[in-house]
């Protein structure tokens, strides 16, 4: 492993990450990154729970998908276990996927018959927050060496602190725009029906309980009806 060379790389990566104009553009970069720094590395997805539901972002290749469905379909697969930091696993490597048999009875036969020879799976986490599970794969048995699985590491390390950023620039500007919207809405509420801005607010927000619609849904519909729905 040349190293000299990855941490030109890495650094470059680093800034490309930071520059990504969205969520989904940098979750890409990301396993993009890993599929060209990490030696031995076919395919790389990133694994997020939402309750019971898993969702793969950016896979790279279809068998990466696949993986994560398996693994959500069992309940079973390191994966999962990645993504669920109660188990304090926040790396690992499998040299062998048909050797890993005990472990995940069910996952690892029929991942290896998908194509998976070899994994390696690291959390994606910050002080503040765990973010899912950056997943890689070779189709090959015993691909990933310790170098392989340091450079992932690292990759891991700067990818959790561009996942977290991107997602809370998106969530400041969904923010903004909702509040916008919100008070466009009442505005139209005040003038329609001559009500005070604490009266068309509690109408917005009665509405939406009342109808289990969100209220930036309904601020939408507002805007676009002229009145409540």
Not at 101 to 110: G, S
Not at 115 to 129: A, C, I, K, Q, W
Request: glycine fraction near 8%; proline fraction near 3%.
């Amino acid at each position: 492993m040349d190293w000299a060379r990855f941490a030109q790389q890495l650094a470059s990566m680093g800034r490309d990450l930071l520059a990504q104009g969205s969520t989904d553009k940098t979750v890409a970069r990301i396993t993009a990154s890993a599929t060209e720094l990490v030696e031995g590395c076919d395919a790389a997805g990133i694994l997020v729970l939402h309750g019971n539901q898993v969702e793969t972002l950016a896979p790279t290749h279809q068998f990466a998908i696949d993986s994560d469905r398996l693994q959500e379909q069992l309940g079973e697969g390191p994966c999962l276990d990645a993504a669920h930091t109660s188990t304090g696993e926040r790396v690992f490597r499998i040299p062998d996927l048909t050797s890993e048999q005990q472990r995940w009875p069910l996952y690892a036969p029929r991942a290896h018959r998908l194509g998976v020879g070899s994994m390696m799976g690291f959390l994606l986490f910050t002080d503040e927050e765990d973010l899912g599970a950056l997943n890689l794969y070779s189709r090959t048995p015993g691909a990933f060496t310790q170098d392989s699985e340091t450079a992932g590491w690292l990759l891991a390390s700067h990818a959790a602190i561009a996942f977290s950023s991107a997602r809370t620039h998106a969530q400041m500007e969904h923010a903004v725009a909702t509040r916008h919207l919100v008070g466009e809405a009442m505005g139209i509420l005040m003038g329609s029906n001559h009500l005070t801005e604490e009266q068309a607010f509690d109408l917005l927000r009665r509405y939406s309980q009342e109808t289990n619609i969100k209220l930036r849904e309904v601020a939408r519909r507002i805007c676009e009806q002229g009145n409540l729905p």
